[in-house]
């Protein structure tokens, strides 16, 4: 008969694997596991009595992850004179070149059309973005480190 720990190991490997199902007969006992879900189920069926043992499985721990904050909701710019700097592709959004670095820029800071408001890494690519526009910063929308959309508005800037 296999021992508990042998078991266990034999959970552990299929929880890895791309298995769903495994079976083991031998020894005077079968053994069945499954996965259901997010964690295997085990079972043993010992051949001669017919009964059914369960064996408990330790229960995942939920790996802490940093959450996201979620992006703000920007509300239609009806304004003509606001502008809008979007990201040009999905990525890590950084205000300043290295945190010991202060931001590129701040709510109304001026900024020209060729002006760097912040950095975009994708791919450990590290991709500066231009304002685009001449105008002064109203708003950032998105914080240090924030995982952003292709298209989703970073900046909205009043136009001059």
Do not use: W
């Not at 040009?88 to 820029?105: A, K, L, N, R, W």
């Amino acid at each position: 008969m296999l021992k508990i720990q042998e078991i266990r190991e034999l959970i552990k490997l299929i929880d890895q694997s791309s298995i769903n199902e495994f079976e083991y007969e031998g020894e005077g006992a079968k053994v069945t596991l499954k996965k259901a879900g997010a964690a295997p189920v085990a079972q043993i069926a010992p051949q001669k009595s017919g009964e059914e043992v369960s064996i408990p499985q330790p229960v995942p721990q939920p790996v802490e992850q940093k959450t996201e904050s979620e992006p703000k909701p920007v509300e239609e710019v009806t304004d003509e004179s606001l502008h809008k700097i979007e990201s040009p592709m999905v990525g890590t959004f950084y205000s300043s070149p290295s945190p010991e670095d202060p931001q590129y820029i701040s709510t109304g800071d001026k900024v020209s059309n060729d002006s760097i408001v912040c950095i975009i890494e994708a791919m450990k690519l590290f991709n500066e973005i231009e304002a685009e526009v001449n105008g002064e910063i109203v708003e950032i929308l998105v914080e240090n480190g924030q995982l952003v959309e292709y298209g989703q508005p970073l900046f909205l800037v009043k136009k001059q």
